[in-house]
């Protein structure tokens, strides 16, 4: 039986990890599959002491976290997180066997002058009062409820975005497990939507995400990861994967506000060789695969394209001889872009897809349309499959231009 317990990754890059030793076990010394183990939370930097647990000029770190049947707890850092102690005055929420209350997220909200929780739970008997639910405190360990909102489960995070083309508004970004989202107003005690539930991934493997806390205003970003869950790792020492790490912001379209998720800009510090091609043609039927000289098991590519007189056009991943591999489709007719099963509706504009994907070992995420859809997806390509084959059907499909970048591995060779 394996236990719950939180492991502990440090960057500096946001590419490379170093794996620590786990953070925290089973609380009360549990070793029950169950009760007391770690769930997930979330952290925050005490900048002001207020947990009175700084012993230098080294910020105390603060994890807030659900530990399963024992209520929402803290544990600190006194040394940039290398090593955690429990805090003496846990649990800070009691544990509720009613309302099937985890996953704390804690925000500073400069308005109200408190931090604030923001903890999946139920708020009633009702199954439809899955939700979220806000409490504030001045100290970190003493919480008050203040609203909740139904309609979503597990996971939460609440986001404040700056409006990308409007430099004058802000707006707040609930999220829930799947990554899907509410854009709306928060006041610091509940939260008004505007929006309908928004998807942000159309993959099946996209979940429990959440963002940074403490980004140094000097960077500025809003950096978003997730967990691709349900992958299959066959023959390795591991069984599950991170997304990579992306960057969200808001922006006001003719239809409405809208998240848009972007891959980080240090990605660019992982690229091998690259290959590019503009102003060329994809005329079916000719055998003419512009990316036969492409291979490699770790790709980004990066391409627009005009759709021409093209009834679709798309890629085979990960293809040999032996084994067709994975195929992303877009169809022009319906507008969509279809991946291992999942199917997103795509606008082209002006005529044209943007379309940037990330290939990597046991995973295949895609950004269309400058990150206004997304799909997250794990996959298992054949081993020795590394060949990328640009098809199009039914007419000419014109390519603007194509950057293909072979990916460097951020494992050190053993």
């Known amino acids: ?80 997180g290398r090593n955690w102690k429990k805090y003496e005055g846990n649990p800070i929420i009691a544990f509720d066997e009613n309302d099937d209350a985890r996953d704390p997220k804690i925000v500073w909200h400069k308005q109200s002058n408190k931090w604030v929780m923001a903890l999946y739970r139920k708020s009633s008997e009702d199954e439809k009062s899955k939700g979220v639910s806000f409490y504030t405190s001045t100290n970190l360990v003493d919480w008050d409820w203040q609203s909740h909102i139904p309609g979503f489960y597990e996971c939460p ?69 997730a967990w691709m869950r349900d992958g299959e790792f066959p023959d390795m020492p591991f069984n599950g994967q991170m997304s990579f790490p992306c960057e ?25 060789k690259h290959q590019s091609w503009e102003d060329k043609n994809v005329i079916p039927g000719l055998n003419d695969n512009k990316l036969k000289k492409v291979s490699g098991d770790c790709l980004h590519i990066i391409g627009e394209f005009d759709l021409k007189t093209a009834d679709s056009f798309g890629f085979m991943l990960r293809h040999s001889n032996k084994s067709a591999g994975t195929e992303i489709l877009y169809n022009v007719k319906r507008g969509t872009l279809t991946v291992l099963g999942c199917t997103v509706p795509l606008p082209p504009i002006d005529n044209k897809i943007k ?15 400058d990150g206004k859809k997304v799909i997250s997806n794990c996959f298992t390509p054949a081993e020795k499959a590394t060949d990328v084959v640009l098809f199009a059907n039914g007419g000419e499909l014109g390519i603007d231009k194509i950057d293909v970048y072979e990916m460097n591995s951020i494992w050190e060779k053993k």
């Not at 409007?166 to 497990?177: A, I, M, N, Q, S």
């Not at 969200?248 to 998240?259: I, R």
């Open 355 to 369: 379309l940037e994907i990330l290939v990597d070992r046991a995973s295949v995420e895609i950004f269309a349309n």
């Open 1 to 80: 039986m394996g236990l719950h317990a939180l492991g502990h990754t440090v960057s500096t890059d946001l590419l490379h990890w170093h794996h620590l030793p786990i953070a925290l076990f089973p609380d009360e010394g549990s070793t029950d599959k169950e009760k007391c183990t770690a769930f997930s939370g979330s952290a925050i930097v005490d900048e002001h002491n207020l947990l009175n647990k700084q012993t230098s000029d080294i910020k105390t770190l603060v994890a807030f976290y659900t530990s399963q049947h024992c209520g929402q707890r803290i544990a600190y850092s006194t040394d940039k």
């Open 248 to 272: 969200l912001s808001v922006t006001k379209f003719d239809h409405g506000y809208q998240l848009v998720r972007n891959p980080v800009s240090e990605i660019e510090k992982l690229h091998g």
């Open 157 to 225: 995070d609440l986001v404040k975005f700056q409006v990308t083309n409007r430099p004058d508004e802000t707006k707040w970004v609930l999220f829930d497990g799947d990554g899907s989202y509410i854009i709306g107003d928060f006041d610091g005690k509940a939260f008004t939507p505007e929006t309908s539930k928004l998807k942000s991934d159309w993959g099946k493997n996209y979940y429990a995400t959440q963002t940074w806390s403490n980004i140094p205003q000097s960077d500025g970003r809003v950096i978003q990861i």
